[in-house]
């Protein structure tokens, strides 16, 4: 496969998940503009049968991560184990059931989520990415990954509670 | 009886295993997952979703003749888009969008939430003699019910509802999986189905649509039976 027939089909995702890093329309052009250009000089390094997806996020998140409003991102988050008490499923599905208003307050509440929390959240619900590939993607443990979901769904449920 | 952990109930409603026995015995498990369930379909309706504006293809063009690939698509998007930034979010499309190909994974949560349910089913039989005429008033068209062979046997049925069209569900078993078997009109079709096999047909004016966690081949022994049985 080349670049091109690897990469074509990821210019929709990537440039989605470039908008929720920025929510800025021309910041997330220039990212994955800056993604495909390095994605091809690196393809000759990327190691074929290994998550080319994954890749290419990588790229697209280092790249968000050295721009300016990427540095200016506040990323350091307390990972501590003992903040993510409570997280037993508390609430009845009766409880969940949405309207229209919910929907809005929790839309409300993704755009709240700390990106860390987020970019998780998203890639996993609308992306439908599995938690080893958003681990590949975020260079981050599996495990962390379950906890930033958990704990985004956590806020969210309160959020519409 | 050790119940779930949160993380267990997180990865069997996002797909990272299969499953678990204790969700057949243990409601409070099965509500949860079902929950949980809720919460991601909610996200997605709710989640912010974009269209790749031109100007951003028309970057993507050669000055580098690497790009020439892009070319092509730019033409597409050029004509899909029509210039400027388009910014579209989910909830506010309208249903039934995109020239009738619908998000399957309704059909998916639909899927495992009936397979989570105690009560599944409002119609319980085994005789299709008793399960078609239950559907007549129900939905708008005949629902086709052949006779089952073995290894298939037919549950039960209800009417389910996608993208406010009404439809006929019928829970159909094989041994101990359980097999999801939609039916709607012909003017929808899902999207590419994940996570789970699946066959979709059409045929009469109908679409068909059947999930389940056996092989591909049962699927489509199962699309046979209905084909040769009506």
């Not at chain 1, 309207?99 to 307050?105: C, G, I, K, S």
């Not at chain 1, 379950?146 to 309160?158: F, I, Q």
């Not at chain 2, 006929?168 to 039916?183: D, E, N, Q, V």
Request: proline share 6%.
């Amino acid at each position: 496969m080349t670049f091109e027939e690897l990469a074509l089909p990821l210019l929709s995702p990537l440039y989605t998940y470039a908008r929720w890093l920025t929510s800025d329309a021309q910041e997330a052009e220039d990212l994955v503009q800056e993604t495909f250009l390095k994605g091809l000089r690196g393809f000759a390094s990327f190691a074929p049968g290994t998550n080319f997806r994954a890749w290419m996020y990588r790229i697209l998140r280092n790249t968000f991560l050295t721009s300016r409003s990427g540095l200016r991102m506040q990323l350091s988050i307390d990972e501590d184990p003992g903040r993510f008490e409570d997280l037993s499923v508390d609430s009845t599905p009766e409880s969940e059931l949405l309207a229209r208003h919910d929907v809005e307050r929790l839309r409300a509440a993704i755009q709240d989520l700390p990106l860390p929390f987020r970019e998780v959240l998203l890639l996993v619900d609308v992306e439908e990415m599995s938690y080893r590939d958003v681990a590949e993607a975020l260079s981050i443990p599996v495990g962390t990954v379950t906890s930033r979901l958990l704990r985004a769904r956590k806020k969210l449920r309160e959020a519409i509670r | 009886m050790n119940h779930l952990t949160a993380e267990e109930i997180a990865a069997i409603a996002d797909g990272e295993v299969a499953g678990s026995e204790h969700l057949r015995e243990c409601a409070a498990c099965a509500n949860a997952v079902l929950g949980e369930l809720r919460m991601k379909r909610a996200v997605r309706e709710a989640a912010p979703r974009y269209e790749v504006p031109a100007t951003l293809v028309k970057r993507l063009q050669p000055r580098r003749s690497a790009f020439d690939w892009l070319l092509p698509i730019a033409a597409a998007l050029a004509i899909v888009v029509g210039g400027g930034l388009v910014l579209r979010w989910r909830a506010g499309a309208p249903a039934g969008e995109g020239g009738g190909a619908a998000p399957s994974f309704e059909l998916v949560d639909m899927h495992t939430t009936l397979l989570a349910s105690s009560n599944a089913v409002d119609v319980v039989s085994t005789d299709r003699h008793t399960v078609k005429p239950w559907f007549e008033g129900r939905v708008p068209f005949a629902v086709p019910v052949p006779e089952l062979a073995p290894p298939f046997r037919l549950i039960g049925g209800r009417v389910v509802y996608w993208r406010q069209q009404p439809g006929a569900y019928l829970m159909i078993a094989k041994g101990a999986h359980r097999i999801s078997l939609f039916i709607f009109r012909d003017d929808m079709r899902p999207t590419q189905i994940r996570n789970v096999a699946s066959e979709v047909w059409t045929a009469n004016g109908l679409t068909f649509v059947a999930l389940a966690d056996v092989s591909q081949e049962d699927l489509r022994a199962l699309r046979e039976a209905f084909s040769a049985g009506r």
